[in-house]
């Protein structure tokens, strides 16, 4: 069994910048993909940026520029470095690992209003 924690949302200023990081405990498989979905009211859940156990990242073309994906390996933990943040980017973040299955965290609320 997996679990995941994440810390770091909360409100900012359009332009201002939040960390959001999430720290995974119990039996991982060292080779896994951890990443970051968020969903907004009405909406689907979005993938905004995943990063693999090599290192190697992907992120949603919305965030490209702005967000920035990294993970420490030694302590299973997955960071999302948010800059330049938009009204739009109002969405619970979630936090996520897929190793043989997908584990979720329980997800942080980032709110983005002057």
């Known amino acids: 069994q997996v679990q995941l924690v994440e810390s770091g949302g909360g409100l900012v200023q359009p332009g201002g910048s939040l960390s959001l990081s999430c720290v995974a405990s119990?039996?991982?498989?060292?080779?896994?993909?951890m990443g970051w979905y968020r969903q907004s009211p009405g909406k689907e859940r979005e993938l905004v940026a995943t990063i693999f156990s090599n290192g190697r990242t992907n992120y949603a073309d919305s965030v490209k520029g702005r967000f920035t994906i990294s993970r420490d390996n030694a302590k299973n933990t997955v960071s999302l470095q948010m800059n330049g943040l938009k009204p739009e980017d109002t969405a619970v973040y979630y936090c996520y690992l897929s190793a043989l299955r997908i584990y979720w965290g329980q997800g942080t609320q980032v709110t983005v209003s002057s």
């Open positions: 119990g039996s991982i498989f060292s080779i896994n993909v």
